[in-house]
């Protein structure tokens, strides 16, 4: 279940995990490297297409 914070909009803010749902944990340890490069590029994008 993913919670967005009361007030935001747009897919902007905090969200929180509260359960894993059906995300297999095993699967997001092993992919763990992969999806923090990911975040990492798409965080390098928006600060260098931010204005």
């Known amino acids: 279940m993913r919670k967005q914070r009361s007030g935001e909009r747009n897919n902007r803010g905090h969200y929180s995990i509260s359960d894993w749902g059906l995300i297999d944990p095993k ?3 092993l992919h763990a490297d992969e999806m923090r490069q ?3 590029l798409t965080a390098e994008f928006l600060s260098q ?3």
């Open 49 to 51: 297409n931010s204005s």
């Open 27 to 29: 699967w997001v340890d």
């Open 38 to 40: 990911a975040l990492a």
